[in-house]
């Protein structure tokens, strides 16, 4: 979906597995909050149940089309 965002997360609840901070993740088109200022950064929410791809090595995962 060309509208899903590519995020890196800073946190992560304690229910979740699989999603570290750290990590990169690819979220389903308008599945996250309105952003959030905190500690000078902008952040958005989502839930786990609407990450589509996770990776901690974003560099070796983008390739051109």
């Known amino acids: ?3 899903a965002p590519l995020g ?3 946190a992560v ?3 979740v597995d699989g999603v570290e901070p750290g990590d ?3 979220i389903e088109a308008l599945q996250w ?3 959030s200022e ?4 902008k952040i958005w ?3 786990d149940t609407k990450i589509l791809a996770v990776t901690n090595d974003l560099a070796s995962t983008i390739t051109a089309i």
């Open 33 to 35: 909050t309105f952003g």
């Open 8 to 10: 890196k997360v800073v």
């Open 45 to 47: 929410r989502t839930v």
């Open 38 to 41: 905190f500690e000078g950064q």
């Open 13 to 15: 609840g304690p229910k």
């Open 24 to 26: 990169y993740v690819l």
């Open 1 to 3: 979906d060309r509208n």
